[in-house]
């Protein structure tokens, strides 16, 4: 049986798109992204599926400094309507409710209720894990925010329904393993993934992007992170539509390898449907 795994508890939305994509896998529930990946480079796990960006809390942090070092390859994507339930203990109502404990970025996902209620707030690791908090303390003032799945894992009852502040809230997933994926099939949208560091010269991330303008090649993706302290060179993550052994791609990566001073790619694979909407 293949085994999946993520980060967060049971009922959380990175186990809901892991079950998604691998309905008959066994997943194997880690307590950081480190953790996860560390799973599948160790052999305890066959894949991860880690979230790499929301749409209205942007970039997940820590997973673009960890993905470079994992050794792990991106075989996959995958895009996940997320939908945050208030949720109490049975017979608990909104009245009651006196503070809220959610993930951080789920907190900033429903200010609007928050605002609304005007309860104070509590910071946790995982918002599967705020629901168990919730009904371990057996406490009608306390109250989570979690995904729907999370109030039948832990008997809660839910007192708001669907409390995004974003009804197209969307968080993007890749999986990841320790073999590349095969490649996609010719004709069949396709997204490559890489790291690269520039030189340092000036102009030096003009000129490594400049293929990609030459060769009409849309990015959907890029983003600047430093390494360390002091003056490095950043790193920089792209995420580019089409396949390496594409002509346009291949003069591309020609180009960028000429300017930087590290080139890395981190996995070709096929388009999730998600991205052909709109």
Known sequence: MTTVAYQG???????????????????????????????????????AVIPVDNSAAGRVADVHHLLPESGLFIVGEYFLAIRFDLMGVAGATPDQVECVRSHVHALGQCRKLLREGGWRTLVCDDT???????????????????????????????LRA??????????????????????????QPTMTSLFFSVRNIPSALYKALGGFATGGVNLT?????????????SRFYV?????????RIALALEELRFFSSEVRVLGVYPAHPHRLKG
């Not at 669907?162 to 004709?187: H, I, K, Q, W, Y």
């Not at 995420?239 to 002509?247: F, L, N, R, S, T």
């Open 162 to 187: 669907g409390v995004e502040d974003d009804p197209e809230n969307t968080t993007r997933f890749v999986v990841l393993s320790r073999t590349p994926a095969p490649a996609p099939d010719p004709g």
């Open 9 to 47: 508890e049971p009922g959380s939305n990175s186990a809901t798109a892991a079950r998604a994509l691998y309905p008959d896998a066994s997943g194997h529930p880690c307590t950081g992204f480190e953790q996860a990946l560390d799973a599948v480079a160790l052999g305890d796990a066959d894949l």
């Open 128 to 158: 599967a894990g705020a629901a168990r908090e919730v009904a371990e303390l057996g406490d009608p003032r306390h109250a989570a925010l979690a995904p729907p799945a999370a109030a039948g894992l832990h008997g809660l009852d839910v």
């Open 239 to 247: 995420e580019a539509e089409g396949h390496p052994d594409e002509q």
């Open 221 to 233: 993706k890029i983003e600047s992170y430093q390494i360390g302290a002091g003056l490095n060179a």
